[in-house]
């Protein structure tokens, strides 16, 4: 979600102030729970490892994770991918949260308007954040403007399988997968490679145990706040949505066209 567009309290309560619960949580739980529940929404080890595989991510890599949330997949892909990552994210807790968990570089950014030079980066991604961007064909310029000519970009976007959702869950704007490949190609991004969230393996048990007790401790300490309650109620909907195949997540793999962007 970008900072220059009106934020809905579920979203402000999910990735701000119950990312910090979550920093906290872990704390409690040890160190050995912070990469599962840093990951939890934002795509399976296998997928991030379908991401890092097309896009031809290398050691040493400067990789840009925009909306990195608590950091969980910008600190995967530098433990399995020898990465070097740095963390864009317009709420203050999360990157808070992202800090304390994993001490990466992390800035307090709107990702429609980055903090970064041109061409500052080899590589970017962004995972689960377009949906939460109304401008989305801004935000993928400025992924675009941030990496050099030919980098990669990796992207893991919410699709709408249908016409109109049931519940359509506040501050979220999901595109068809045909609106999300024309805002692909009016900015200068080539697909390379796609493939469905679904076809990928699922996250293992071991780490779905560890972010179910990070998320039972959060529960346990702040079930009563009306905050907690309106990030569970956003996640169950959206969840719901997946699981009816209303909404489909589908991982993308681009590179920097040679053509400049258009609006």
């Known amino acids: 979600m970008s900072q220059s567009e009106p934020q809905a309290e579920p979203m402000v309560d999910e990735f ?43 050691p040493g890599v400067r990789l840009l994770d925009s909306g990195a949330g608590v950091g969980g997949p910008a600190e995967y892909a530098a433990r399995n991918h020898e990465a070097r990552p740095t963390l864009a994210e317009p ?17 307090v950014a709107d990702g429609l308007a980055l903090p970064f030079p041109d061409e500052a980066f080899d590589a970017a991604w962004s995972l689960g954040v377009l949906c939460t961007i109304d401008d989305k064909r801004a935000y993928l310029e400025e992924l675009r403007r941030a990496v050099v000519p030919g980098g990669a970009v990796g992207l893991l976007v919410y699709t709408r399988a249908v016409e109109s959702l049931p519940d359509q869950p506040e501050g979220n704007s999901f595109p068809t997968r045909a609106e999300l490949l024309d805002d692909l190609r009016a900015t200068g991004l080539d697909v390379v490679e796609e493939t469905l969230l679904a076809d990928v393996p699922g996250t293992p048990d071991d780490w779905e145990q560890a972010a179910t007790e ?44 040679d053509s400049a962007a258009t609006r």
């Open 16 to 58: 701000d102030t119950v990312a910090w619960w979550t920093a906290a949580a872990v704390a409690e739980l040890g160190d050995d729970h912070a990469l599962p529940a840093a990951c939890r929404g934002s795509g399976s080890p296998a997928a991030l490892d379908w991401l890092a595989r097309s896009m031809g991510l290398e």
């Open 91 to 107: 709420m203050e807790g999360a990157c808070r949260a992202a800090r304390r968990l994993f001490g990466r570089p992390v800035a």
């Open 214 to 257: 990070v998320e039972d401790v959060v529960r346990r300490d702040h079930q009563d706040d009306e905050r907690w309650q309106r990030a569970q109620s956003q996640q169950e909907t959206i969840v719901g949505l997946i699981r009816d195949e209303l909404v489909v997540g589908v991982l993308v793999s681009c590179r920097r066209g």
